[in-house]
């Protein structure tokens, strides 16, 4: 063959690039091995949520639809008669509009002062190291001794309120305010509100803290005024927080128990008589606890039916 024959014919192809092999440990047992321990991490914790919420679900769903007593539960089926009794009866149904409203007055309470505390802290947050540590004070004390202390604030005899009013204007009454009927609940709600109005000041001083400083002081150099920045700048980025703090606070006041039952036992007449303590009363008074559990399933409902407009309204202020 010749020399241009040669350079005229087509090159040889090159031998195929060795494809890499796959690292040790990667295939379908290293897939298989991985699964086993992602179960064998997650299987405790499904275990403790089964123990913890399934089962006590359950067995208050079983009690609401039997005549179940405090000694011998599931005495018997007996269809919807318990919820059609709790649904129906007035004593209930005065004591889930007192809860709701409650629950979302002490809620709006806590959430406005805290708030305002955590704005005020915000603004000090280089002097306010100690004043910050002593407003958490009242969310770590128990609330068995939040209520022995405010009643004897309100106490008729010696308590802080009737001092101050003799001390400080012409009453010479007594001023019983746990002992009145219009004003017992709002007795309980300030003693709530105070003690867990730092939680709220907690999860905002937290947002206010996570602000980006550029933008306020943007905001400065352009002139607007403290006022103008909190209701522009501040609010808007802190508003998903405070609605979450609202709604984590609705939760815990209807939930309250301790403090009506130290402070007022549900009294005088009915007047404190909130949903929690309704329950108590039917299962370890009257040992009805069929009746307790078709009271915890109508709360239920309530409680779902207040909350979820608040719930998708959070949702939709920390997505924007």
């Known amino acids: 063959m010749s ?51 399934l089962y006590p ?33 007035p004593a209930v149904q005065d004591s889930m509009v ?38 958490l004070l ?4 128990p609330p068995v001794i939040v209520g022995i202390l405010w009643s004897f604030i ?18 010479s009454g007594t001023f019983a305010v746990l002992s009145d009927t219009s004003w017992a609940i709002i007795g309980v709600a300030v003693a709530d509100t105070w003690e867990w109005t730092p939680l ?9 803290l996570g602000q980006d400083p550029e933008i306020l002081e943007a905001a400065q150099i352009d002139g607007a005024q403290p006022v103008q920045q909190f209701f522009h700048i501040t609010l808007p980025t802190i508003a998903g927080t405070v609605a979450a703090a609202f709604l984590i606070r609705l939760i815990l006041a209807f939930k309250v128990f301790d403090l009506v ?21 039917a299962a370890l ?10 009271i915890t399933l109508v709360l239920a409902v309530v409680v779902t039916l207040v909350t979820l407009p608040i719930f998708y309204l959070t949702k939709r202020l920390r997505d924007d």
């Open 138 to 141: 009242p969310m770590i004390v």
């Open 200 to 208: 709220v000041v907690l999860l905002v001083f937290t947002a206010l």
């Open 285 to 294: 008074q009257n040992f009805d606890v069929g009746m307790a559990a078709s």
């Open 98 to 135: 007192l809860g709701t409203g409650y629950a979302l007055g002490v809620a709006a309470a806590s959430t406005v002062l805290g708030t305002i505390t955590a704005v005020a802290l915000w603004r000090s947050v280089r002097s306010g190291a100690v004043l910050r540590t002593l407003l």
């Open 154 to 171: 309100f106490s008729p005899s010696g308590g802080l309120i009737d001092t101050a009013l003799r001390q400080f204007s012409s009453y």
């Open 57 to 89: 679900l359950l067995f208050i769903a079983a009690a609401a639809f039997s005549r179940s007593s405090l000694g011998q539960p599931f005495q018997e089926f007996s269809g919807l008669e318990n919820l059609r009794t709790a649904a129906g009866d």
């Open 261 to 281: 039952y130290v402070m007022t036992s549900g009294g005088p007449g009915s007047s404190t008589q909130v949903p929690a303590y309704l329950i108590w009363r």
């Open 3 to 53: 020399t241009d024959q040669l350079q005229r014919s087509p090159a040889a192809p090159s031998p195929p690039p060795h494809s890499p092999r796959p690292p040790a440990g990667s295939g379908p047992r290293r897939r298989r091995s991985d699964r086993f321990l992602h179960r064998v991490f997650v299987t405790p914790s499904v275990l403790t949520l089964l123990v913890l919420a």
